[in-house]
């Protein structure tokens, strides 16, 4: 049996926020009188993580998932809960419990700037306190995996982000953590990169055995590298299961938009799928369908087929709709 | 015009905003000048007169060195600089206003806010400091004040196109801001902001004299103490070194939006 | 596994070793604010030089006295310009980015990271003239400092800089509660020149604060007057005193703000 890595207890984080009012006197009045807003950044949430899981956090922005990546990594303090983490409690800060865990966060970063990423990974060496041939073995395995033998004797600030990106992570992972917490980790990267990036992370907690619970609102990452997601909506949790049964329920469409060059009917339509939308003005004519996932292609070289169609995207509902129909489904539960 | 006032009222919201920092620098700024009280008194305990200035009277000479520094002070180079480094002026030179005029309005905006935190300030600390210390009064005619306040006018022109001068240099100087410090000490040592220009070495005297930045410490702050504005100022000096400085900084500025390229980092 | 002082030890040479490169990468930087940090030191100087033309003490101190005290002034300016005002500097920068989030995720003593994170060489040819400056005075007071003076003017300093760092962290540690504050950095550069003068020159209930709880007033003086074959017993144990209890509240004060650290919402 699997050892849980993670146990999260009715975790709970508030958070005061000031408001005020615009204009000068706005300015003038937050002098004596401050108002302050409650915002429930997380509320009640429980769930486990065993060693060796791949989890995805999927949330919208300010959904709370950072908010729990930090608690758990021993950032913050909650305002109520309990959480166990490797058997330690992450905010007492322990030095032990630091070297077995890694956090990284997609926009933020740690290699000095003006200096070849090497430097910085010397630097972490000494810091974690890393033996000198694990370094030089696991520095090896990362170089490799990455390919970037190249560059990491370049200085930092003339790498590209796609390259920075990876040395970043090298620089998280010197010290081999059995914890990787990723915080958007592809974010503002091009598609070529964010498939290497996962590549790696599927091969790392393969090569590794590392927990891994990566966070992102973008779903193709949560896609290509967790069985197993969970949904943070306005800081709860309204779904934790296999990720193919939240596809298989609530992203089992695709959206097929269309432009014509001349006008259809909604007759012609309706065999290839749901109509969203019809326009057919005297000037546009477009529709948009929905249809099934496992269809879309199919049904997309019929109507490519039959109708007059000047132009065709397949899109994925965008996870935004995703989590509030889960959100709604919830609700209504 | 109600572009203007429109700039002048964002710029104060945003020096609001910042008003705990100013708070601090007005307190910051005057413990120097308090300093200086200290050591001024402790060499007076031996001596009446030195150069003949009286222990009052050379207290009130810093007290005077502190507001004038408080009125006409700029602080906006190296902020402008690594704005300029950064790359980050491509929005103002794609506006109709233009970055120069940007650092104008903002300036002009942050120092009137300044100055309703800091002459209340000033005030309470030149009572206080009245109290402990013999700081003698000024009796000076209104037509004295005015000319006093056209000096500090030209003090407030003096730092602020000296400070756009190093700003511009920034186009093609890295790291200009640290010009500045040659600013300071150079307005340090020869406008008598430092100590009095009589009581400097004889050779520092005379460049002193020979140099239109005793106008922004030195006489302004002796014709207050005389109560009389003596014969031998003339307000020309200080008219043409600003036409000057107009002049520098309008030729920079023409060089620099050329060499301007706006991938800067 | 516990960390040893070794591993500090490394640690702490690594950071070195990473701004001496940094150093070299902007050597034109580097000699520029040399030479600025040199100017600042001579004008300070020179300031000393005009007040003597006009009187023979400042405080009671003769001129060379006084260079004495001016001498480890410069100094402890070189080291808190090297050091303290850009690990502080960072330090606030960090809690107001959310970056502060690196430094304590990891397993090494996050105020000792704070401390020795940073560092410049700018201001080495200024603490090279401070020391300097100091021998000079010494030997035109004809001042020969025992053994014992020595040891304990170095205590005396070493007291002094463990009190400014102390207080200084106390100070930055405000960026937790504070909205934004840019210049909670120039408190204590503005407050260093209350010891570029000797304590005397304070009167009355200052001088007293000054020399006691806050001993800001005995920073330079303190080992000044040591070198100088003056020992005040009374005026060490108040920096002893206010230094330890300068860390103590330090130390609490950190561990209590880092509970309010929120870092950034993303």
């Known amino acids: 049996m699997k050892t849980a890595a993670i146990v999260v207890d009715h975790l709970s984080k508030h958070f005061k926020v000031y408001k005020k009012e615009p204009g000068v006197w706005g300015s003038i009045k937050s002098l004596w009188h401050r108002e302050y807003e409650t915002v429930k950044a997380v509320q009640d949430i429980s769930f486990s993580i065993d060693e060796g899981e791949v989890i995805g956090f999927i949330g919208q922005n300010g959904a709370g998932k950072t908010t729990t990546l930090k608690m758990l990594s021993g950032l913050l303090y909650p305002t109520s809960g309990e959480v166990s983490v490797l058997g330690y409690t992450p905010w007492e800060r322990k030095p032990d419990f630091q070297k077995q865990f890694s956090l990284v966060m997609g926009q933020k970063n740690q290699l000095w700037w003006d200096l070849p990423a090497i430097e910085t990974f010397e630097l972490n060496k000494a810091i974690y306190d890393i033996p000198d041939n694990q370094y030089k073995k696991t520095l090896g395995t990362l170089v490799e995996l990455l390919d970037v033998a190249d560059i990491i004797k370049v200085q930092v600030r003339k790498l590209s982000l796609g390259q920075r990106m990876k040395c970043e992570l090298i620089a998280a992972l010197l010290h081999n953590p059995k914890l990787l917490f990723l915080d958007e980790p592809t974010i503002g990267l091009d598609v070529i990169m964010q498939k290497t990036l996962r590549d790696f992370i599927r091969e790392y907690n393969r090569e590794f055995g590392a927990t891994i619970i990566l966070t992102s609102h973008y779903m193709d990452d949560v896609k290509e590298l967790c069985k197993r997601a969970i949904i943070i909506e306005k800081g709860t949790k309204i779904f934790d299961g296999e990720l193919q049964s939240i596809i298989a329920k609530y992203a089992k469409n695709k959206i097929l938009s269309l432009v014509f060059s001349k006008p259809v009917q909604r007759s012609d339509l309706e065999p290839y799928g749901e109509i969203k939308e019809l326009t057919q003005d005297g000037t546009n004519y477009t529709a948009t369908l929905l249809v099934g996932r496992k269809s879309a292609t199919a049904s997309a070289s019929k109507v490519l087929s039959k109708l007059p169609v000047q132009d065709l995207t397949i899109e994925e509902p965008p996870i935004e709709a995703i989590i509030r129909d889960v959100f709604a489904d919830t609700k209504r539960s | ?265 | 596994m516990k960390y040893t002082l070794n591993s500090y030890w490394k640690v702490f040479w690594k950071f070195r070793s990473i701004h001496a490169m940094r150093t070299f990468e902007y050597r034109k930087n580097f000699f520029f604010w040399a030479v600025v940090a040199t100017m600042w030191t001579l004008f300070n100087i020179f300031f000393y030089k005009i007040l003597y033309q006009h009187t023979t003490t400042v405080g009671g101190w003769g001129e060379y006295q006084l260079y004495t005290l001016v001498g480890l002034y410069t100094m402890f300016d070189a080291i808190i310009w090297s050091v303290l005002s850009h690990s502080m500097k960072y330090y606030t920068r960090d809690i107001y980015s959310g970056e502060f989030s690196n430094l304590l995720t990891k397993p090494i003593n996050t105020v000792f990271l704070i401390f020795t994170r940073y560092n410049n060489y700018n201001n080495l040819p200024r603490f090279v003239i401070g020391v300097g400056l100091t021998i000079w005075s010494l030997l035109q007071l004809g001042a020969a400092p025992t053994p014992l003076s020595l040891m304990l003017a170095l205590l005396a300093i070493g007291l002094g800089l463990i009190w400014i760092s102390a207080v200084w962290l106390c100070i930055s540690t405000l960026a937790f509660y504070v909205e934004k504050l840019d210049n909670i950095n120039e408190v204590f550069p503005a407050l260093r020149r209350i010891y570029s003068y000797p304590a005397s020159i304070y009167t009355n209930t200052l001088h007293l604060v000054l020399t006691t709880v806050i001993p800001l007033g005995l920073i330079t003086t303190l080992p000044a007057e040591t070198l100088h074959g003056h020992l005040s017993l009374t005026s060490f144990a108040w920096l002893l005193v206010s230094t330890l209890i300068a860390v103590v509240s330090a130390a609490l004060f950190f561990r209590f703000s880092i509970k309010r650290y929120a870092g950034v919402a993303n």
């Open chain 2, 1 to 265: 015009m109600k572009k203007y006032l429109y700039r002048i009222k964002l710029s104060i919201m945003i020096s609001f905003w910042h008003r705990s920092e100013l708070l601090l620098w007005l307190f910051l700024d005057a413990i120097p000048i308090v300093i200086m009280f200290f050591v001024w008194q402790s060499i007076y305990s031996t001596k009446e007169m030195i150069e003949s200035i009286s222990l009052p009277e050379m207290l009130q000479y810093y007290l005077l060195v502190l507001v004038i520094t408080n009125i006409t002070g700029s602080h906006f180079e190296s902020f402008r600089v690594e704005q300029i480094r950064m790359g980050k002026i491509d929005f103002f030179l794609l506006k109709p206003f233009g970055f120069l005029a940007e650092i104008f309005w903002t300036h002009i905006g942050g120092k009137l806010l300044y100055l309703v935190l800091a002459l209340p300030f000033l005030a309470a600390l030149i009572y206080l400091l009245s109290q402990y210390f013999p700081v003698s009064m000024i009796n000076a005619p209104l037509a004295v004040w005015l000319v006093f306040g056209a000096l500090l006018l030209f003090g407030f022109l003096v730092e602020y196109l000296l400070g756009l001068i190093i700003v511009l240099l920034g186009f093609w100087f890295e790291g200009s801001e640290g010009l500045e410090h040659f600013k300071w000490i150079s307005i340090s040592l020869f406008s008598g902001a430092m100590i009095p220009i009589a009581l400097l070495p004889e050779w520092l005297q005379s460049a002193s004299y020979a140099l239109p930045l005793q106008y922004m410490y030195g006489v302004p702050i002796n014709i207050l103490l005389d109560g009389a504005v003596s014969s031998d100022i003339s307000l020309l000096p200080p008219v043409f070194f600003i036409c000057f400085l107009i002049l520098l900084v309008t030729l920079l500025w023409r060089k620099a939006v050329h060499t301007y390229a706006s991938s800067g980092g």
